[in-house]
């Protein structure tokens, strides 16, 4: 049989193995064997702080309401976690950047370490976080009544005097674990090693202690998972209301944001983390934990609904059924477990208000006051150690004081949704400070105050109105009876939820007045830095802004104010570090920016960023904020997308060289190929010649039976063959030099008719040898141009011995016209000979017309030669049509401007 | 560390090479299939392997994101390196 003997006895066991369990954990801790406090897991389960004792008991009483609607409170966080990459890991980094020590130091650090936002969002903290202390404590003072009230033995001692007392000595005791273990120091960055390890040693118990009661009531009560649903309130609970609609929609939005902004997850996920790793495995944890703790919370739900009694109390389910079924030790597992996740919630929460109190109420308040004298040594420090324990001792007088006013009252029960929606009144603040650039001190102050008061108003104050006659009648009718201002039917907008109604007011004016204000005003210039160094903390490393503020302070000074905050032990290892290891204080000279920064970053960790820097600032002298760099700072983004232009540019200029290049080597390629086919070309030509003398030479050096006569015409084959040769080898290098331009081209007036005269004259003795006609066509009769008339001469000679030589017509045919058109001057050599096949090739090195039979005893050149003098003389030589036979080729010259010349 | 890190870096993972999307993508995923209106299509008086499909859905759905969070954060990139 269960006595509540037993179970306070339980109780204090279980709160002296606390004890124990954080006292060893810390001795650990200092000989560095703090391995496993440090790993992936332990942080895990500590971020299931979350599930306080209003998920413990009041998860079930709430699935024993509205059925499945419970779930949301952990899918929201489940959201949140498995899409930890967008904002969690942002938010871990920056607050081992910044060394944040809470949320209310995250929204002031980000928002130009203002220390207006530090108070804000600390009171909002505190008076959003007091109730639910307060929910924990009559959660164990409950859990306690329940317990004894199930045993006929009269308890002796605390309890039996009173049984809301349970709530004070848990307050006691849990002050005093926190004091011991919370407040060893007070860098963020140092944590708490006793308290993480007794917050996982909790998340252990409640979850094992909700499945063992679960695991009971589903097989050994129910018998079996499907029998279960097959009580009749299952029907009732599960099916009978509304179940996705606005209020699943809106809890899932506000869980999730509760799992961000909450003070005491904050204080576990962000300052607590000790590597940013370990939220790699509480991504998938730490919702596999939320889902485990609520796999059996609707099945304990049904049936504590169908089995115990009608007016039982469904958040006390877990420990009545248990009792109920006689299982005491169940009980008393399920009781111990409900105590657990009540002592963690306030450890945390309490540690968490305690810091933000001290680094944004207490000491700058001190700072401020004339009469407080913290010069000495390690005196801030010891007045922060003080603050704090005394803050976690009244944070939870505080607790129960409000425990005891409403303890009466229902009030309590709700107090876990409201307070969720008073502190995601920091959301639209530190969401819009991680990601938007503009967002201003002035639109978060702004937006928070807005909507902490309508938070206050339209739910906080209704929550209290039962156990108040004159909030009653404010709710009821509005103040002053003015119906529009009714706190639950803001401007008439009634039907709602009494929860959606608030958190649509009061985040909806909070986030549109962030938004707007933020729009309207503009940032000082360290609130602009601050933003640049948040949003952007992926990119900008550590340090950054030393470029951008610019101060100097003597090292004897910033010693001293080191010492005030970190003590003299800290100091001196600090400044070793900083100065490498040449400690003299008074030689050395004034410390630069890049120290001042990385010291108020440090002493930032201890007494938050905003008092840091008003201490900082009090010795520094010459302090300029440089807006360019900011500027450069912000425009990073800008100097990406421009370098990667560049770069494109660059690639694309690349590129194109490369396509140059190319094409340039192709045309070496070519020419290559030029240059061997014309050596091979010009040995073929030189050795027909070659051959016939070294024949003929053979001939008549080897046959003694030679007739004279047959001598005399083998040497004439040879002589002829030798002109030839020579000819050859003239031609080659005339068009060698025409090419490399060596050769003169006259450039003077010429009278080209009389060349062309000439040249008639010339060839009329190798037309009457070829029994050729040749015909002097339509003349141009005058005409001036520039050129050589010897070279012309040459050309007009080639054209006709060619055509002379290679016209096999039965009359052959050569004419020649000249004439004047549109500035030029145009002769025509035309025959009836057979044509040329290739047209565009008849002008390349040692092209022929045709089949060459040697016979003619070309050379193959005369017509390339030809074509690159009229080129020298800038004009040109082609083939033009002829009307279907023959050839015609046209010089065409431009005619040299008459002048007085 | 884990032993087969070194391999998968070797390619240019598609997963790692787009981490916001791809956690994201996931969260989108979860957000689609536990509002309404696709939980909608599951509020029905059913009942699956002795379950009513409701309850069914909303922790099969719980299960699939945690297994898929397990799934994607072993192949996201190390925090500590990239943005």
Request: some cysteine.
């Amino acid at each position: 049989m269960l006595t509540t003997d037993f179970a306070l006895a339980t109780a204090l066991a279980y709160v002296a193995l606390l004890f124990l369990l954080a006292f060893v954990s810390d001795r650990q801790s200092r000989r560095g064997r703090d391995r496993l406090l440090r790993s992936p897991l332990v942080y895990t389960l500590s971020i299931s702080v979350y599930c306080t004792s209003w998920t413990f008991y009041g998860a079930v009483g709430s699935a024993a309401r509205n059925g499945l609607e419970f779930a949301t409170i952990y899918l929201g966080p489940t959201l949140v976690f498995v899409g930890w990459w967008l904002l969690l890991r942002k938010l871990v980094r920056i607050g081992h950047v910044h060394r944040i020590t809470s949320i209310a130091d995250l929204i002031s650090s980000r928002f130009g370490k203002s220390t207006a936002l530090g108070v804000l969002v600390t009171c909002i903290a505190v008076i959003g976080t007091t109730p639910y202390i307060a929910l924990q404590l009559k959660a164990v003072t409950s859990s306690f009544q329940v317990v004894s009230s199930a045993t006929e033995t009269p308890v002796p001692g605390i309890v039996m005097q009173s049984g809301t007392d349970a709530g004070f000595w848990v307050a006691v005791a849990m002050t005093i674990f926190t004091i011991l273990f919370g407040t060893r120091n007070l860098d963020a960055n140092e944590h708490n090693p006793g308290v993480v390890a007794a917050i996982a040693f909790e998340a252990l118990v409640k979850l094992f202690a909700i499945l063992a009661v679960g695991l009971f009531v589903v097989f050994g009560i129910a018998g079996g998972i499907g029998n279960v649903f097959e009580y009749a309130p299952a029907r009732s609970i599960i099916h009978d209301r509304e179940l996705f609609g606005w209020r699943w929609i809106n809890l899932m939005i506000l869980s999730g944001i509760a799992i961000i902004c909450l003070p005491r997850q904050f204080q576990i996920t962000v300052v607590e983390n000790s590597h940013e790793s370990h939220l790699r495995t509480a991504a998938w944890a730490f919702p596999l934990y939320l889902f485990l703790i609520s796999l059996f919370v609707l099945p304990i739900a049904i049936v504590g609904l169908a089995v115990l009694p009608p007016g039982s109390n469904p958040d006390m389910f877990l420990l009545t059924l248990p009792i109920s079924a006689n299982q005491d030790m169940l009980a008393l597992f399920a009781f111990i477990g409900g105590f657990s996740s009540a002592t963690s919630m306030v450890i945390v929460a309490s540690i968490a208000l305690s810091i933000m109190t001290s680094n944004h109420i207490v000491v700058p308040l001190a700072l401020r006051l004339p009469w407080v004298r913290l010069d000495a040594s390690g005196d801030i420090k010891r007045l922060m150690l003080t603050t704090r324990r005394i803050s976690i001792g009244v944070i939870l007088l505080l607790g129960y004081v409000y425990f005891r006013l409403s303890a009466e009252s229902d009030a309590l029960a709700a107090m876990g949704l409201i307070a969720f929606v008073g502190v995601a009144q920091f959301f639209p603040a530190v969401v819009g400070g991680l990601y938007w650039r503009n967002a201003a001190s002035s639109g978060a102050i702004a937006g928070m105050s807005a909507g902490f008061f309508l938070w206050m108003y339209t739910l906080f104050i209704p929550s209290l109105s039962t156990a108040d006659s004159a909030l009653q009648a404010l709710t009821d009718n509005g103040p002053w009876g003015i119906a529009l201002l009714k706190p639950q039917a803001m401007l008439g907008l009634s039907g709602f939820d009494p929860l959606i109604h608030a958190l649509f007011w009061s985040l909806g004016l909070n986030a549109a007045l962030f938004v707007i204000v933020s729009v309207w005003s503009s940032q000082k210039p360290l609130e602009k830095l601050q933003s640049a160094l948040f949003v952007d903390v992926f990119r900008n490393v550590a340090g950054t802004e030393s470029k951008v503020i610019q101060r100097r302070a003597a090292t004897k000074d910033l010693y001293k104010l080191t010492q005030r905050i970190l003590g003299p032990v800290e100091t001196h290892k600090l400044f070793e570090e900083l100065t490498g290891g040449q400690l003299k204080l008074d030689q050395l000279p004034p410390l630069d920016t890049r120290y001042i920064t990385h010291i108020e970053r440090r002493l930032a960790g201890n007494i938050g960023a905003s008092t840091a820097r008003a201490l900082v600032s009090q010795i520094a002298t010459g302090e300029t904020i440089s807006m360019d760099e900011i500027i450069k700072l912000v425009d990073e983004t800008q100097q990406v997308v421009e370098y990667s232009h560049r770069l494109e540019e660059q690639s694309l200029e690349l590129h194109a060289t490369a396509e140059k290049l190319r094409t340039a080597n192709l045309r070496l390629q070519e020419l290559d190929a030029q240059k061997d086919e014309f050596l091979s070309q010009v040995s073929h030509e030189v050795r027909t010649p070659m051959t016939s003398i070294r024949s003929f030479a053979e001939l008549l050096l080897g046959t003694n039976a030679l007739t004279a006569e047959q001598s005399e015409r083998f040497v004439r084959i040879i002589h002829e063959e030798s002109l030839r040769l020579t000819r050859l080898l003239d031609e080659i290098l005339e068009m060698n030099r025409l090419e490399h331009g060596d050769l003169e081209i006259g450039f003077s007036p010429i009278q080209p008719e009389a060349v062309v005269d000439r040249a008639i004259d010339t060839c009329r003795g190798l037309a009457e040898r070829n029994r050729a006609a040749l015909e002097d066509g339509q003349r141009a009769g005058s005409a001036t141009v520039l050129g050589d008339p010897d070279r012309l001469h040459q050309v007009l000679i080639n054209l006709l011995t060619n055509a002379l030589k290679y016209n096999n017509n039965a009359n052959p045919l050569v004419r020649i016209d000249s004439r004047v058109a549109g500035g030029f001057y145009e002769v025509d050599v035309s025959d009836n000979g057979p044509g040329i096949r290739e047209a565009g090739q008849i002008f390349e090195k040692f092209s022929r017309g045709r089949e060459s039979s040697g016979k003619q005893g070309g050379t193959g050149l005369g017509l390339a030669i030809s074509r690159r003098i009229i080129q020298k003389m800038q004009g040109e030589l082609d083939i033009v049509d002829n009307g279907g036979h023959g050839t015609r080729f046209r010089i065409r010259l431009r005619l040299a401007e008459v002048t007085g010349h | 560390m884990r032993p087969e890190a070194p391999e998968r870096r070797a390619g240019i993972h598609p997963v790692k090479s787009r981490p916001r999307e791809t956690a994201a993508l996931l969260l989108c995923l979860g957000v689609v299939l536990l509002f309404p209106p696709i939980a909608l299509i599951f509020d029905k008086p059913h009942r699956l392997l002795g379950i009513p499909l409701p309850v069914f859905y909303v922790f099969g759905t719980w299960l699939l994101l945690v297994l898929g969070a397990y799934a994607v954060s072993r192949i996201l990139p190390d925090t500590e390196s990239s943005d």
